[in-house]
């Protein structure tokens, strides 16, 4: 695509049709069409430059190249690459000297791009990248030079996440090389265009904006390592860093509540000192004054939201610096300390207006930036952080200042509640921060400050105010129930069950928060565990709560409205919801029906519009919880469920609704599983064809459970679907999945539960034994990857372990050897046996031991020439995999718990449901110790005359032969 007048029109035209919805369809199918052809990234970008086009039609080119990019750039050489090798040529050619002439925002989209393209590139295939980048720097135009260190922040900051390697190291070499003294230079340039500036405000904010970049860049540069050249001039950088920490000029004030370039250059600094702090505390010399200076800038810097985040920044320059143990003769005179308490901390812990218009206006925000640390960055938390750091050094004289503001704002509290309720506020939340030593969000605080009485402060504090039927504010109430929250692991399981009926009445609170809060600490209470991993609360404790606690909770749902987005706003309610479910066992049962029409409801709802993931998580979590408990009940309760889910469940498979189906198969798994040694009930029957067309094994969020539901088909009525003529397309799925590397464990669970549960006899009398068989070799000889040699070793010992009648280990062999003689000793000598040694789960081990073990005591195959010479070494690795093996044989007992979505590795595309069984029986189960098992056999085997006795008593080891009678406990029975 040439750069000419007519193609840059099109272009223009189509990327204007993609801004109205009438027309974006068509347009975005053309742009992704024109994508593959040569010439066509230059002509985005050509078309930036074109006087006549539309602003709004520009920046639609320039995100689209930066998107463009994105995508395709990476892809460079493989064969579905659409980028042109030419195009990639220009492109780097001409991108640098177009960015910095375009206006800044569009400069921005371009910048990215660049980045984005240097990730891939530069160094190796971009070496001039640096050297293109400093040669635009210049002394006269500062938009240019803004355009340049924006790209180069870009390509730098990656470092900042990246994991320390030589690769790494190398890179950041190769730029400072380049870069470095050009950047000081730039730096002290700065410096002194500000000085003699320092009356035009215009040319002030475009320096400090530059300024900005520089210090984000001085970070990017040092943020792995401490740079030699920088190391060289510590004295000239500190110098200037410190300057601008203090520097103030009117003319830069903003005049709202966003922080402006001044406050931006402050933060980064405060950001560069804590990293030096942190990481080379030995050669940052300067130390103790930017302490000093950073100490006297947060007691006079004030409350307004613009200095937020340097404050917060600030705030932790001082946490770090306070917990390094070299730096405690900072901290060490009782007059510091005070000074940190009293003008730095305090006036930071407490609430400010901000934070009650949030409370009120947004409530679910509010509860989110407490509950799940997106406030990390606020002054308050930040306050905190800095506080948990004096602890570690300082813990007797920080608590006894701390305790003295904390009485004179109880006693405040206590004189005029109504006006003074903040007072309260401030010492409750000063009182958690400094009571608590360590904490963590799964368990709350785990230890706590030994000269800060905790129970006393709970019976005086916390708990009249978790009992009085009103509070000044709803705050108040809030900063009660997160102390008890917090510091749950601390309070005896008496007070805990004490304090569930009282959370219960708060549940009827009118304010959003409150409630909220109490559904939260009930479920975290309620989640808590003991010793063992067991749960702390069993289903007779809150027996006597059940109901209402359901009910009430509930109905808080119902209150959010009716728009599915509303609904499903509350995932804590519904998550305590899930949590009492999922604990109350048989005490939910008499309400089981009751809770399953609410859920039905709400299912039907939220269907419309899944918007909240982890409140669609909770709901589906419940329902199987319900599932689960029935099946312990009455048959008529199962019937019941299954016929109020079946309605909701078909709405969601005939609407397509993608973030659903996965659940839904997995519960109808669940239920499916209910009806095993009865006959498949009718409508089970009618909706196993659906399952099996081409269209829902597209989503990869579908497979695993489908999966599991087929397995689930064929642990019931395995005759009746080979019978009935589905064989083949179950065979067509295991197929499907069996050549996909993302999902060939998929296509080997499914094959095992065919091989399980289908007689052979159909396999072989439908002439599909060989054409089943023969996937496996093919693709170990096309496409071997790591995962699929262990899932094909755990695959042969499942059927070994299992030694069906019609499939034993000698039709194994002979089904593999019809497809190629000598097949299967090949694939047990060069795949199988080397998987023994590596590392795997110990179910896998099992599997596996056990297995193989059968192989060789039931196989007359295996017994033979060429099999026996294989004999010495599969037994020897054996015992070494048995020797790094622990196995639990003794059985679990069951218990009703719930992990986090986000342990279990939370996705969107498929998360796995806690409460459904994720394994199937154990076949091996009844053979016991796998150990015991190896050496009874090697040893009935050795006590028969014949060639396996020879080659056991005389090609072992006698490690190996040790290791045997070890296992067989020295009895009778011996190997040789």
């Keep these: 695509m040439e750069a000419n007048e007519q193609n840059l029109a099109a272009l223009a035209h189509y990327l204007e049709n993609t801004l109205n919805p009438a027309s974006r369809k068509e347009a975005e199918q053309f742009l992704a069409g024109a994508e593959a052809n040569q010439g066509f990234p230059i002509l985005l970008l050509r078309l930036l430059t074109v006087p006549s086009v539309a602003e709004t039609t520009k920046f639609s080119s320039a995100v689209y190249f930066k998107n463009y990019v994105k995508k395709h750039w990476p892809n460079d050489g493989a064969p579905d690459d659409k980028i042109h090798q030419d195009d990639r040529t220009n492109i780097k050619r001409i991108c640098v000297d177009l960015m910095i002439a375009l206006p800044q925002k569009l400069q921005i989209q371009i910048s990215e791009a660049i980045a984005l393209i240097a990730d891939c590139d530069f160094p190796d295939k971009w070496l001039d990248l640096v050297d293109i980048l400093v040669s635009k720097l210049n002394m006269v135009d500062f938009n240019v030079n803004i355009g340049v260190l924006q790209t180069a922040h870009s ?35 700065v410096d002194s265009l500000i000085d003699s500036s320092k009356a035009d405000e215009k040319n002030l904010r475009v320096l400090f904006e530059v300024l900005y970049l520089i210090t984000e860049i001085f970070y990017d540069l040092n943020c792995q390592d401490l740079p030699e050249f920088f190391e060289d001039n510590h004295a000239e950088f500190m110098r200037l860093l410190h300057k601008y920490l203090v520097y103030q000029n009117p003319l830069l004030a903003s005049s709202d509540d966003e922080a402006g370039h001044l406050e931006k250059v402050k933060t980064s600094i405060c950001e560069i000192i804590q990293l030096y702090a942190d990481r080379y505390a030995d050669d940052f010399k300067t130390l103790p004054n930017f302490t000093e200076t950073v100490c006297g800038l947060l007691a006079a810097t ?38 940190i308490c009293e003008k730095v901390i305090l006036p930071n812990i407490e609430l400010r207006d901000s934070d009650e218009e949030l409370f009120e206006d947004d409530p679910i925000d509010y509860i989110r930036q407490d509950l799940e640390g997106s406030d990390s960055h606020t002054r308050r938390r930040a306050a905190v952080d800095l506080i948990r750091g004096l602890l570690e050094h300082f813990a007797q004289p920080v608590t006894k200042l701390f305790t003295q503001y904390i009485d004179v704002q109880i006693q405040k509290y206590n004189q005029n509640r109504q006006q003074n309720w903040k007072s309260y506020d401030s010492a409750l939340y000063l009182t958690m921060a400094i009571s608590a030593k360590t904490s963590s969000a799964q368990t709350g605080v785990t230890s706590v400050n030994e000269y800060m009485p905790m129970l006393p402060v709970f019976e005086s504090q916390v708990l009249p105010e978790l009992q009085s039927p009103t509070s000044v504010h709803p705050i108040i109430r809030v900063d009660a129930i997160k102390y008890l929250m917090d510091f749950r692991s601390q309070i005896s399981k008496t007070h805990l069950q004490a304090v569930i009926p009282i959370l219960l009445t708060n549940l009827s609170q009118p304010s959003y928060v409150v409630y909220t809060y109490s559904a939260v600490c009930i479920d975290r209470i309620l989640g808590m565990r003991v010793a063992g991993n067991r749960s702390l609360f069993r289903p007779e404790d809150i027996s006597p709560y059940v109901k209402d606690l359901l009910m009430a909770l509930f109905g808080l749902l119902s209150r959010a409205g009716t728009s599915p987005e509303k609904i499903a706003e509350n995932d804590y309610i519904m998550r305590a919801i899930m949590r009492i479910t999922v604990i109350g066992s048989k005490e939910i049962l008499p309400y089981a029906a009751d809770i399953l029409a609410q859920l039905s409801s709400i299912l039907a709802v939220i269907s419309q519009n899944p918007s909240n993931p982890k409140f669609n998580h909770y709901v589906f979590e419940t329902v199987a919880a319900l599932v689960k408990h029935a099946s312990r009940g ?25 973030e659903f189906m996965p659940y839904v ?19 089970y029957k009618s909706m196993l064809p659906p399952l099996l067309q081409h269209s829902l094994w597209e989503s990869q969020g579908n497979v695993p459970a489908l999966v599991s539901l087929l397995r689930s088909y064929l642990g019931i009525a ?11 397309h179950f065979l067509g799925v295991y197929n499907k999945l069996i050549v996909s590397k993302l999902n060939d464990q998929y296509g080997f669970e499914l094959l095992s539960s065919l091989l399980e549960n289908v007689p052979f006899t159909y396999f072989e009398s439908q002439g599909f034994a060989k054409s089943t068989f023969f996937l496996l070799p093919k693709r170990l000889s096309t496409a071997k990857t790591a995962k699929f040699t262990k899932e094909f070793t755990k695959f042969l010992s499942l059927l070994f372990a299992l030694n069906k009648p019609d499939l034993g280990a000698d039709k194994v062999i002979s089904v593999f050897e019809s497809i190629q003689p000598g097949l299967f000793r090949s694939l047990f000598e ?6 023994f040694t590596l590392d795997m789960l110990p179910a896998d081990k099992r599997l596996i031991a056990v297995g193989m073990t059968t192989l060789l005591v039931n196989s007359k195959i295996f017994s033979t020439e060429p099999y026996l010479p294989l004999w010495p070494r599969t037994v020897q690795d054996l015992l070494k995999m048995l020797e790094t093996a622990i196995f639990d044989n003794k059985p679990q007992e069951e218990e009703d718990s719930y992990i986090d979505a986000e342990d279990m590795g939370y996705q969107n595309t498929f998360t796995r449901l806690n409460v459904v069984p994720t394994q199937k029986r154990d076949p091996t189960a009844h053979l016991g110790d796998p150990k015991l098992y190896l050496a009874q056999a090697l040893s009935s085997l050795s006590a028969q005359p014949g060639p396996v006795a020879t080659v056991i008593q005389s090609g072992l080891s006698p490690d190996a032969v040790t290791l045997l009678q070890q296992y067989l406990g020295h009895g009778a029975q011996t190997i040789r």
């Design 155 to 189: 390509i730098f900051k990656r470092w900042r996440s990246q994991f320390r390697s030589n690769a790494l190291f190398a890179d950041i070499k190769f730029v400072l090389e380049r870069f470095a003294a050009p950047f000081l230079q730039l730096f002290q340039a």
């Design 302 to 339: 004030s409350s307004e939201a613009k200095y937020d985040s340097l404050v917060s920044h600030g705030l932790f320059f001082l946490t770090t610096v306070v917990k390094a143990t070299e730096s405690r003769t900072l901290f060490q005179n009782v007059a510091v300390l005070q000074t």
């Design 634 to 658: 009455s048959a008529a309760l199962v019937q019941q469920l299954e016929a109020n889910l079946f309605g909701p469940f078909q709405a969601i498979l005939q609407q397509d609704v993608a």
């Design 665 to 683: 198969f997995q519960i109808l798994s669940q239920l499916l599983d209910l009806h095993r040694g009865s006959v498949l009930p009718e409508s």
């Design 718 to 728: 395995p005759v009746l679907i080979a019978e009935n003529g589905m064989l083949p």
């Design 830 to 835: 060069n795949i199988v046996i080397p998987e």
